[in-house]
């Protein structure tokens, strides 16, 4: 006789949040994503990372053929940042193997969300061997006192 | 050099199977920014290589074409990333149960 074993709540729980998760993934990659460079704009995104820290918020911008002194970085809402470097030079779809499209890129722009609120203009900035460090100090609205 | 610690994923796996099996092996690991791609890690590694193995390794090339292949990556990378959160690899930096 086979014996099938229960599945407990806590499986059903994170069954159904693996599949929640999955779905959002799929809702995105249909509607949201979009490919990494924008011929009218002549810009490509960059990769970036977040890190949410207790104290800070550190955003990471990888900016290869960046121009040091060209970087500049915008608040442009409470929780959106912009960011935006020349490049050293042009960078055609052609230097890429590619043939099928025509463009050129000189400029890396992306737009940031900062998950948690932060002071922006406390906002510090390290640019170390093509890596643009974004240090963003927390801010904390109001705290919940512990009875 | 890593006195005491853990190893997870291929390299322990290899390293593993080369203790099993007497195979005199090393990892080299260079500190890096995991999501990006980082040439400058990979040349800082194979000249470490060259000293170990006195072999002729010439990484001028990767120096020199290090930005064009950080960029040409991107794509790629932002795709690996994606994966990488499907196949839950953070469980690699997950603390281990073990104590000494």
């Not at chain 1, 409470?78 to 020349?86: F, P, Q, S, W």
């Not at chain 2, 930096?93 to 104590?99: C, L, S, T």
Request: net charge neutral; glycine share 2%.
């Amino acid at each position: 006789m086979s014996t099938k074993r229960k599945r407990s709540i806590f499986d059903i729980i994170s069954e159904y949040f693996e599949d929640l998760q999955e779905r959002t993934e799929r809702f995105r990659e249909v509607l949201i994503e979009k490919p990494s460079w924008n011929r009218g704009a002549c810009t490509m995104e960059p990769l970036q990372n977040i890190m949410v820290t207790p104290t800070e918020v550190i955003i990471t911008v990888d900016l290869p053929y960046a121009e040091e002194n060209t970087i500049r970085v915008k608040p442009i809402s409470r929780d959106t940042i912009e960011i935006l470097a020349k490049m050293k030079r042009k960078v055609r779809f052609a230097d890429f193997g590619i043939t099928h499209y025509e463009g050129e890129f000189e400029t890396l722009h992306c737009q940031t969300r900062v998950p948690v609120p932060v002071y922006m203009d406390k906002m510090e900035l390290r640019f170390k061997k093509g890596i643009l460090e974004i240090h963003l100090p927390r801010k904390y609205e109001y705290e919940i006192p512990i009875e | 050099m890593l006195k005491e610690g853990y190893m997870v994923g291929p390299q322990a796996i290899m390293m593993q199977y080369c203790a099993k099996t007497d195979v005199p092996a090393i990892t080299l690991l260079a500190q890096c920014f995991f999501n990006y791609p980082d040439p400058e890690a990979a040349a800082e590694l194979l000249k470490e290589l060259t000293k170990i193995a006195e072999i002729k390794v010439d990484v001028s090339k990767l120096l020199e074409k290090g930005e064009e292949i950080r960029l040409r990556a991107r794509d790629v990378m932002r795709r690996t990333q994606r994966e990488m959160s499907k196949m839950k690899k953070t469980q690699e930096y997950d603390i281990p149960m073990y104590v000494s």
